[in-house]
């Protein structure tokens, strides 16, 4: 505008034109309504796969129930965990988009806090009898480096082996299998091959599409038997680069897919092949043994995805072994998920609320039977409902002595994300494995700021 | 505008007046958020990890230059663009529109409703058509069976070429529609004059009708490189960017980067010399465009 325009027309031009501005940039979330607790959580890619969803909607009656006049937003997103998180994070980047609470990984949160993201919950727990009841390991998993807590988890998760006793016999192999090294889970594989054709011998996910799921269960969980902290030293505070057990567990993942025991690679590194071996390789006895996760049953109980009642008679656990059988001997990893109030949600005292309802300990124990989680409450652990609720939930929960938790910092999203390239190079055979721990060691380098050590 | 030498300098400020709300608008939502692109850019953004970003200058771009991934995506970015756009596209649209020419009428009406079909598909639910006809059970390998040829799985060992060939499914019909208005210009007594003169099919096709559309080629071919340097959601729906990086094209490496490393500022880097790459094939066409028949 040239100053000597007359003024006259300038206001009401400048008054519309502000006022199509704050128009076009509304649709956000109800900012300002204090009634209404919007949570968002991750809704399975599988249609069929709906307990997380039935079991909030039964919180969210409850909660509406009990506090007249309030009332629940549940906004699920249903997409590959990579792509919720991303998502939530951008949600949570505005006080308009932001939701009053949401379900975050404990592998993702120290990340998120380090953004910003979330709200420190101390003050709530302090007030909250039932914080007692939370196991030590349980109530650190979403404690950041300043020491205060951002999340309550709600229930966690073991790994060990699934295998199939049918095909088991098929091959000639054990029923009560335990494997005491690497070795001899990849010969149990190599048998089924030989005596069982037509049968995926043993899975481990991979690649970069199955994201976490492949760091966490495949690697990880070879990894971690390899040594003490193969991934990141606490006490040097420093990531670990060059280790030779990084490139020994990318050996083992290289030695599955090179000699065709895992399922056909296209298979494995796409996104859903979690889904698959839940609902198809098991059930369809495709598939003989795959390093999975302590609430793989919840796939075929009542309401499940994939009924399936022979799984209990069909499938059994052995440990995961450590690379030679060092001590102790049994690996396991552990994760779990949270939930938590972000920074900008619009009525977080209602969000707290609601997270009381949720983690009420009759819904406690409700959850960690429908989503076969491993219980992070004393009560919760000790209630016979809890511990008859699944065949294999003792074995899983014997686990917890063994297992290991991911270091909870806030780039080990970024390492994982590195970690899943790496498994993708060797598993596609681009790579081999000390080629691929060698671009892993110079990503890292990047990621961490050049705080590494070398082992 | 001006009609006479009287307009005072006040008068013609008046003018701005109308244009006001629309500058404004135009500011706010579009030099905005693109000045704030570029500014991001040059900083250290992340969408998690790291609460404040700072000015790091050419960082990201030094960054993009060492690294083997960025380089690998300018080249599959390339492959793509040359192999779906300038020859795909382009040479298979003026391939139907010449044949339509001389087709009879219910031939033309049924491939044109067929090539302008999947043209109008969403892109998303195109890419899933195409992801369920190159996968390893899909209707390719099945047909290929069928004929008693070796079937493959053609997103794990050609996934360029399968997303290459996607986007030419999905893209001919544009090339086709303008070239049939070109052709359609090129008038008959030349081509006839021509064609008594005893010149064959492709001395008329070179001599004659060639440099009579050179403009439309020039302009199809601009729109298609720049609509397909940026395909993403094909590309992602069908391979991920993989297996491995072996189908990531630079907006795939840009959102993994930004989105799935979380390194917001590095890949708005990677956007903005995306869009450099893009220049170039604009100016490249923009040459070739000012030569005179």
């Known amino acids: 505008m040239r100053p000597n325009a007359p003024p006259t027309l300038a206001p009401p031009v400048l008054a519309l034109a502000l006022g199509l501005v704050l128009t076009a940039c509304g649709g956000g979330s109800g900012a300002g309504d204090t009634n209404t607790v919007e949570v968002v959580y991750n809704r399975s890619t599988d249609n069929n796969i709906r307990f997380k969803d039935a079991f909030l909607e039964s919180v969210k009656k409850e909660f509406e129930k009990a506090h007249p006049g309030k009332t629940v937003k549940l906004i699920p997103v249903q997409a590959p965990d990579n792509d919720y998180a991303t998502k939530a994070q951008q949600m949570m980047r505005s006080p308009k988009t ?71 016999a098929k091959a000639g192999l054990p029923a009560d299998w335990r494997p005491r090294n690497w070795n001899e889970v990849l010969d149990a594989a190599r048998t089924v091959k030989r005596e069982v054709p037509g049968v995926i011998p043993l899975n481990v996910y991979t690649g970069k599409g199955p994201g976490e799921a492949a760091v966490m269960q495949g690697f990880e969980m070879l990894l971690y038997g390899t040594g003490a902290d193969p991934l990141y030293d606490p006490a040097a505070k420093k990531w670990v680069a060059g280790g030779k057990g990084f490139q ?59 009924e399936w009642p022979a799984w209990e008679k069909d499938l059994a656990q052995a440990p995961m072994p450590t690379q030679h059988g060092q001590a102790p001997g049994k690996v396991s990893m552990s994760g779990g998920w949270t939930w938590a109030i972000p920074q900008k949600a619009n009525n977080p005292d209602l969000a707290w609320e609601f997270l009381k309802t949720l983690q009420s300990r009759e819904n406690a124990v409700r959850w960690d039977v429908v989503g076969a989680q491993i219980a992070v409450r004393k009560d919760v652990a000790a209630d016979p409902r809890y511990l008859s609720s699944m065949p294999g939930i003792r074995f899983f929960t014997q686990l917890v002595p063994y297992t290991h938790y991911r270091p909870a910092l806030p780039v080990y999203p970024q390492v994982s994300t590195a970690i899943g390239e790496a498994m993708e190079k060797v598993t596609t055979g681009d790579a081999s494995p000390a080629a691929a721990a060698k671009a892993y060691d110079e990503q890292l380098r990047t990621i961490a700021d050049g705080a590494v050590v070398e082992k | ?130 992801y369920a006809f190159f996968r390893r059970e899909g209707t390719l390998n099945a047909v290929l069976d069928w004929l008693h040829l070796p079937s493959q799985n053609w997103l794990f060992t050609l996934p360029i070429l399968a997303v290459s060939f996607a986007n030419v499914w999905r893209g001919t019909a544009f090339s ?46 601009m729109l298609n490189t720049l609509s397909t340097l940026s395909v993403f959601g094909l590309i992602w729906a069908m391979t991920r960017g993989g297996p491995g990086n072996r189908s990531q094209t630079l907006p795939v490496f840009m959102y993994d980067q930004a989105f799935l490393k979380s390194l917001i500022g590095y890949g708005t880097a990677v956007a903005l010399l995306l869009l450099l790459v893009g220049s170039l094939f604009s100016v490249v066409y923009l040459r070739l465009l000012k030569v005179e028949v």
């Open chain 1, 98 to 168: 932001a939701p009053d609470l949401v379900y975050e990984d404990t592998f993702r949160i120290n990340s998120d806090i380090k953004a910003g993201y979330l709200k420190p919950l101390d003050d709530y727990l302090a007030k909250w009898d039932a914080w007692d009841q939370f196991v030590d390991t349980a109530r650190a998993a979403a404690k950041a480096e300043d020491g205060k807590t951002y999340g309550v988890p709600d229930g966690t998760d073991t790994r060990g082996l699934w295998y199939n006793k049918e095909i088991f």
């Open chain 1, 248 to 306: 020994d567990a990318l050996g083992f993942v290289r030695t599955v897919y090179g000699e065709k025991l895992g399922p056909d690679v296209s298979d494995a590194l796409d996104p859903n092949v979690g889904t698959r071996v839940a609902t198809e390789f098991f059930p369809e006895g495709k598939l003989a043994i795959s390093l999975d996760g302590s609430w793989m049953g919840q796939n075929w109980i009542n309401k499940g995805p994939k």
């Open chain 2, 1 to 130: 505008m001006s009609r006479d030498s009287r307009d005072s300098r006040g008068a013609r400020a008046w003018r701005w007046v109308p244009l006001t709300p629309a500058t404004l608008l135009l500011l706010l939502f579009l030099a905005g958020p693109i000045g704030y692109c570029v500014w991001i850019a040059f900083t250290d953004t992340q969408l998690t990890g790291a609460s404040g970003s700072h000015f790091v200058g050419l960082d990201n771009f030094r960054r993009a230059f060492a690294d083997e991934d960025f380089r690998n995506a300018v080249w599959l970015t390339l492959v793509f663009t040359v192999v779906s756009a300038v020859l795909g596209q382009n040479t298979l649209g003026l391939a139907l529109a010449g044949l339509m020419r001389a087709a009879s009428r219910p031939v033309r009406t049924l491939t044109g409703a067929l090539v302008i079909t999947a043209w109008v598909l969403p892109e998303i639910v195109a890419a899933f058509l195409l």
């Open chain 2, 176 to 221: 086709m529609l303008i070239y049939s208005a070109a052709l359609a210009e090129v008038p008959r007594d030349v081509t006839e004059a021509a064609e008594v003169d005893g010149a064959g099919g492709v001395r008329r096709l070179r001599y004659i009708t060639l440099p009579m559309i050179r403009r439309s080629i020039g302009t199809t071919l």
